[in-house]
């Protein structure tokens, strides 16, 4: 059984703040995506990782950056967190090799930014 | 660029009725299409696949290409299928899922 885990299910940081989340999977799977959901805007993708080291800028990257250094772990850095960035963070991870495309999701991480 | 539209943000049945969530996409390309759902207090999980063309948990979908949808539907809902459920498409030969707005889906008893 696939199992994505997040550090934090709540976080508050202030205005300004370098953020951390970070998301770990056991699967040994190569893509990893991270997600934010915003009521009414359904799920957007901030980054996703096809490989160690290897990313790509999703639909929202601005504010945003992240890091792989491990293939289990991928970081979603908020290198000066805004009021805008309040929002409920997905990491999902996927294996390519696998028919079903399926992504497999985190239980999320909800960040306020005060 | 591809674009998926659930046009319910809300939707409220009775239990026992029949229950359809709509989905279209724009995509130029044969795209794959998912539906994901959330239930409260619970992870993102994948639903169905228009590729499998399987029913789960009662629900069905077909792609239909003319028309560009992917409606979700269940002849009888269930309470527990009280949730928020995303149509998702993947790009050919691709690995980044586009989603939809979601639709909250509200089963009454």
């Known amino acids: 059984d696939v199992k994505v885990t997040q550090s934090s299910r709540y976080l508050v940081k202030r205005t300004g703040e370098k953020v951390f989340l970070e998301c770990v999977q056991d699967?040994?799977?190569?893509?990893m995506f991270w997600y934010r959901q915003d009521p009414g805007l359904g799920l957007r993708l901030i980054y996703f990782s096809y490989d160690v080291k290897m990313k790509e800028k999703g639909d929202i990257p601005e504010g945003y950056s992240v890091s792989r250094e491990k293939k289990e772990r991928f970081s979603l850095i908020l290198e000066s967190a805004s009021t805008n960035q309040t929002s409920m963070y997905l990491c999902?991870?996927?294996?390519?090799?696998?028919?079903?495309?399926?992504?497999?999701f985190g239980p999320g991480t909800r960040l306020t930014v005060t | 660029a591809q674009r998926v539209t659930q046009p319910e943000k809300l939707l409220s049945v009775f239990k026992g009725a029949p229950v359809e969530l709509k989905c279209n996409y724009s995509?130029?390309?044969?795209?794959?299409l998912f539906w994901y759902v959330q239930y409260s207090r619970q992870r993102l999980q994948l639903l169905l696949r228009h590729i499998s063309r399987e029913s789960i948990k009662g629900f069905t979908a077909d792609l239909n290409k003319g028309e560009t949808s992917f409606h979700l539907k269940k002849p009888f809902a269930q309470e527990e299928d009280s949730a928020m459920y995303y149509c998702a498409l993947l790009r050919a030969s691709g690995s980044r899922l586009t989603f939809g707005e979601g639709t909250q889906l509200t089963v009454n008893p």
């Open positions: 999902a991870s996927r294996d390519p090799g696998q028919g079903t495309s399926e992504q497999y």
């Open positions: 699967m040994d799977h190569e893509n």
């Open positions: 995509y130029s390309g044969s795209p794959e």
